[in-house]
């Protein structure tokens, strides 16, 4: 490919240099000091400070024909370096800048160490020059081969969170691959339980390693610290439900290579279409791109088909790299489905998340004290709490952050309980970039549930209740009518919908669909979802009196997720924006057709059916009707709208 190409034009000194840098383990990595002395910069500490030395020049000039994205931040810091510079601190701080470049993920391009180690980039030109010296890496022999292995994989242009996306897919699992290297020892739970328990005392007797699963334990492989921790076992038992000893189990610093056998058979039967596959340019209406042809299937089976998810995943990639641009192309990808390992880069751009996030997330006060931390510290912990990573330490102080910030960032708004409901999506599939979390959830309550967090929210909420009552009625008189008869109103059971937009009610992984159509739709789509799920369960409610549907809604009802979306985009297409319209929505995001004014809340509420304007009348029993009669229906409303005002 052209990109191997070009990396076999870098120089050898600096892929050694790069390879020093791509070391996994900590403890064999070269620290700044050591990076100093590397052949790639001796030469410049040996040369004058004011002549460049020739490896600095040539590293230049072949970064810079290598045009390689993850390359441009090596490209800035070689450009800092400054030759003939004594080891000081600034030196240290300049190699630690090369040594952390080649180390990270660059946010807007690929990894430079999934390029060379996971892609196997290395072409023959670079592997039979020795790239890496004996007297530096001397174990890395292996690496090397690895890379040469990997040449004619056909996984070579995907990244490692992507490969291993699709090794779980195949059937891979790590804590599979730990118990036959013996890392994971099995053991009954009757085997776990405490020996000697007095009350208001510690237990005695509970093992000193941490449980990793029902009825496993984990076990260091390495005899030093098995028998470190066998010594240091009754000091562990004595402060077993500490939270300190929960958040920090023991470190296994041993490597276990991954069988990726299974997943390179399946990959090497697939066309070569679903590893770079076509995006339509142009053309006003964006065309999706399907070549297997799958989107008649259930969403469930989409999720986990190999091949149809390698097609995504690199359709995607690729899009999401020409972002904001190509954002247009990406939510019309997203129609479809949204791949679920670029689940959170998509619901960014369709958020349209600005890229300065992180920026203004570290410069929000996220430590000081307020009035909601104590109702935060109750609340976190009964979020989601069946999701092992939202219910770990961990993710408890990453909610309470990025909550804090959130309050502190806006101030005319206060914590509601549900916000915390609200966020867990977004920290789920973010768990390491607080601040993406940060801007996400800022970006959503703000489009979606405008006004909705304010003090005082009842004119906010109670409008939005009194709407989506008209749309019951609208699509589905039958259980608008039964509703009004046994007196059961949405205030009984949709607030924490309309709060949470689902998130308190269902759990992560039927958010995670209804988000996808929410994230591509205006607010409206909240209220057409919430009559979708009333039409899915509408034989069972018919059936009820009002004492059942209490108790029946008491608990997050069962729904299919796929036949909810389906109707939902359905019900958006077909229900006329005056409708829907509501005066507290979010400005110039669901402006209500011209000549129509929203009803007071009073006159809402007094209302059993919606109120539709002579616009949406007009389209919906003359969709043919000629743009420039339904103009002077437009004036003739708004003249007689402004006479009445005047009146």
Known sequence: MLWRKRLSQLPPDLLRFVFCCLQPLPSRRPSATDLLGHPFLALASASSADTEPRSLSLCRNSLKSAGLPSLLPLLAAVDNFKPGAPTTAAASRQASILSETLSTTSPNGVALNNALTANGTATTNINNTNIIPTTTISEDNALVVAVQQQMASPLAGLSLEAVYHLWTLVGGSCDQELRKAGSIVSQPPIRRIPRLVRPGMPSLGEPSS???????????????????????SENHNHNSHSLSDRANPLFDAAIYPLDMSGLLQRAASLSEVLFAPLIPVGGGVVPRTDPLDAAGLPLLIRERDVAYQLCRIQTFARLLRGCPYAREYVLGEAKADIPPLLRIDVWAVALDVPCTIAEDYAAVDKDTETVSDRQLDVDIPRCHQYDPLLSSPAGHCKFKRVLKAWISSHPSLTYWQGIDSLSAPFLRLSFHDEARVYGCLSAFVDRYLHNLFLRDNSFVMQEYLAVFSHMITYHDPELGHFFKSIGFEPDLFAIPWVLTCFAHVFPLHKIYHLWDTLLLHSSSMTLCIAVAILRELRQTLLSFEFN????????????????????AVRIYDLTPPSICARQHSRPAQEQPPPGHQVPPLAVLRANTSPQMSLHDFLLLFSPNIPPHLLADVDAYCAELQKQQQQQ
């Open 210 to 232: 941490s449980s990793s699963g029902d009825g496993d334990v984990t076990a260091n492989t390495n005899n030093n610290t098995n028998n470190s921790s066998n010594s240091n």
């Open 548 to 567: 059942e549907c209490i108790l029946f809604f008491s608990d997050a009802p069962d729904i299919n997720s796929d036949s909810v979306v389906d109707e």
